[in-house]
């Protein structure tokens, strides 16, 4: 708690230092910045290293001793401005600073500090609008694959005759991974496994990720790494439609129409309509849903205020319904001989709201704020479970800049709220009031060192701190290196990968669980050699007391902190090259996570994580005609959990090729996944000879369930 205090008092005492040692005949730099007319409020002015923001009216006023002045002047989305000026002792000289705006810039927001993403000492990975727009055309409904396409992501499915599925990043089980939405956690507390499928990506502007212990910036939630799904701001009054069906009898609508502010207005606002659907199927005969039959409606309205003086606000409500059924057919039956149902209907209801405010000339005041109640009814056989979850979120922050600190101050809340119906001993309410602080510190532009640590009083499971230091190198030109350490801690719930699929009939009621501890650390080099970029990765983490399912009678489980750590370990490798209109990728990644078997002891492979995993994609852009694309995917071999028909996975390959021909507004578009046809159920059954303790009849999924996919259809711009 001191050492946070510490960060802004030291950046404070710095810049009080510098201001009583200041010269009487230093000159009076007065730097006014515009773009197109406009004061640019916020704006960062950077003189001789040391940094001031702009007022309301977009101007710095600095006190320079006499000599050369370096000035660098930079804001979201305009193109950096330097110049190079000599001013002389008691000089009064105005700087007026033309900022060009440059739409390819790419800004981050999930590390709290809005800094353009090659300026971060925190590594975050950028999906940017064009391969979200690529993506969109492939699985219309949701972000699954958008997110699954990314090195060191893996989305896992965890019911596999629901579809239900959620990511795991770097190795680590899926509800340890953070969804946010414009920073705000608007689809749960913690990661579930039917958020990432029923987020149309047609309304999104770019997707943030953080890999690794993100604990110091987003709380006892983000334990294996944050994904942030950022809404696309409206440039321009437009219209947007896209209809899609598939071969596997899906089909997708999907609208957004953004209106624009006026020229001289601050309002603007969009809105999101989509509606999912797929019939079941049963491609092996054996009786079973391998593709479930769900319907799903979302509408998503937002609204934006930028007032060009430093103030913005941005409000949104989500409303999200959806049945979904698998099990086996109508007049099949399961091993047992009786029809075994499986059903999740869920009735979701979401609103945020986010403001920034420049205060005090060069301080900014941030508050978020969000609501979520989603109730779900979840049949599992002759089972019912209704349960609702709800969760409360505020935060308040206040940001500035002192010399060649950036530094972040604030306090947050959150309450996590669940209820079920027929099983009352699984009622919990968590409070966790947090406190954090952050501190970026620019050594000129080769180094650059970040501080973060956040404090969350957990009402069930006490202190939990998690300091976090990242480093930014550029020690020679075309090199960036980038080192990262910190903690982190998971607050268990009743819900895992298991539990999401099965329901908790069959779990015995939570007793004597700790708290999930966590260190990580990686090291990011990557290497520009002009149109090429490649980029290397080490990392590696350790989850203590974690959390697992334990077999404890022919019909029950619990969970249970087992007595040895997850260890994980592994490597990236990004090759990408842009030249024009052609972009390719080539990745590889290596992840060996170990833990100990809850069941046997001893320590084992971490199930469904596989070793090896290799991508290529190329793509060609033809301006206003369309785009070609091919990709490919290999999976190696990883570990089953108790499937009787083989202990280790199959390694696959997956092929796919995406079309669009473009005729002005109008847009074809045909694209095909798995063009190799593979499936799991060509090699073993999907469904046990017995049922489980914890209640499934189906085995994991390592591999695709549907098959061959193509699906093709026309998108729209008005």
Not at 507 to 536: I, K, M
Request: one cysteine or more; aromatic letters at 8%; a neutral charge.
């Amino acid at each position: 708690m001191s050492g946070m205090h510490a960060l802004p008092c030291l950046a404070a005492l710095l810049l009080s230092l510098g201001s009583a040692g200041a010269q009487t005949d230093n000159a009076l730099v007065r730097v006014e910045v515009r773009s197109e007319g406009e004061p640019i409020a916020g704006a960062s002015v950077v003189a001789n290293g040391t940094t001031t923001l702009a007022d309301r009216n977009g101007v710095a006023a600095l006190s320079i001793p006499p000599g050369p002045l370096d000035l660098t002047v930079t804001s979201d989305g305009y193109l950096p401005t330097t110049l190079m000026l000599i001013v002389a002792a008691g000089e009064r000289r105005p700087v007026s600073v033309e900022l060009e705006k440059l739409k390819e810039e790419v800004f981050v927001t999930a590390a709290r500090s809005t800094t353009r993403l090659q300026d971060q000492p925190l590594r975050v990975e950028v999906v940017d609008q064009e391969e979200i727009d690529e993506k969109a055309m492939m699985t219309p409904g949701s972000v699954a694959m958008l997110v699954n396409e990314t090195t060191g992501l893996r989305v896992q499915t965890t019911a596999p005759s629901l579809g239900a599925a959620n990511v795991r990043i770097q190795g680590l089980r899926g509800h340890y991974s953070q969804l946010l939405a414009d920073g705000l956690p608007l689809y749960g507390a913690q990661g579930d496994s039917l958020s990432l499928l029923q987020v149309p990506p047609l309304d999104l502007g770019q997707v943030e990720i953080i890999k690794g212990v993100a604990s110091a910036l987003y709380g006892a939630s983000a334990l294996g790494g944050v994904i942030n799904l950022v809404s696309r701001r409206p440039r321009e009054t437009e219209s947007r439609l896209l209809l899609n069906a598939t071969s596997q009898n899906g089909r997708d609508v999907a609208g957004w129409y953004a209106h624009a502010p006026a020229p001289a207005g601050a309002w603007s606002w969009t809105m999101l309509g989509s509606y999912n659907g797929q019939t079941r199927r049963d491609l092996d005969g054996d009786g079973w849903s391998d593709l479930p039959t769900f319907n799903r409606g979302v509408v998503r309205p937002r609204v934006f205020f930028d007032n060009r003086q430093g103030s913005t606000a941005f409000a949104t409500l989500g409303i999200i319904v959806e049945n979904r059924d698998g099990g086996t057919l109508p007049l099949r039956s399961a091993p047992d001989g009786r029809p075994f149902r499986e059903a999740v209907d869920t009735r979701h209801v979401d609103g945020g709201l986010v403001g920034r405010w420049l205060i005090a000339g060069s301080r900014v005041l941030s508050v978020r704020g969000s609501a979520l109640r989603q109730q779900q009814q979840r049949q599992s056989g002759d089972v019912s479970e209704r349960g609702t979850r709800a969760v409360w979120f505020a935060e308040a922050s206040l940001q500035g800049v002192s010399g060649r600190h950036t530094w972040v101050i604030g306090s947050a809340f959150q309450q996590d709220r669940f209820t079920l119906d027929q099983l009352p001993q699984f009622d919990y309410r968590f409070s966790a009031p947090a406190v954090f602080a952050q501190d970026e510190v620019s050594f000129g532009p080769k180094w650059t060192i970040g501080v973060s640590a956040r404090t969350d009083v957990h009402s069930e499971y006490g202190t939990l701190s998690t300091p976090r230091l990242s480093v930014l190198a550029r020690p020679w030109s075309g090199w960036t290196v980038r080192l990262a350490a910190g903690t982190g801690a998971f607050a268990p719930t009743p819900f895992t990968e298991e539990t999401e699929e099965t329901g908790l009939s069959r779990l015995l009621a939570l007793r004597g669980l700790r708290a999930e501890r966590a260190r990580g650390a990686s090291v990011d080099v990557t290497r520009l050699l002009g149109p090429l970029e490649v980029t290397g990765t080490i990392f590696t983490s350790l989850v203590n007391d974690p959390v697992q399912q334990q077999v404890v009678g022919p019909e029950h489980v619990r969970l249970v902190n087992v007595d040895g750590p997850t260890r994980t370990k592994g490597t990236e490798l990004l090759f990408r090259y842009r030249a024009g209109e052609f972009t390719a990728w080539v990745t590889h990644g290596w992840t060996r996570s170990t833990e100990v078997d809850p069941d046997r002891g001893g320590r084992r492979d971490v199930p469904l994580t596989p070793r090896q995993t290799a991508s290529f994609t190329v793509m060609w852009e033809f301006e206003r005609r369309g785009r070609l694309g091919f990709e490919g995917y290999y999976t190696g071999r990883q570990a089953l959990d108790e499937n009787p028909y083989r202990s280790t996975g199959r390694p696959y390959v997956l092929l796919g090729a995406l079309a669009e021909r473009r005729f002005g507004r109008l847009g074809l578009f045909i694209n095909s996944e798995n063009l190799l046809d593979v499936r799991q159920t060509r090699d073993d059954p999907l469904v046990l000879p017995t049922r489980r303790a914890d209640g499934r009849w189906t085995v994991d999924a390592w591999a695709p369930l549907d098959g061959r996919v193509i699906n093709g259809g026309v998108r729209m711009t008005f």
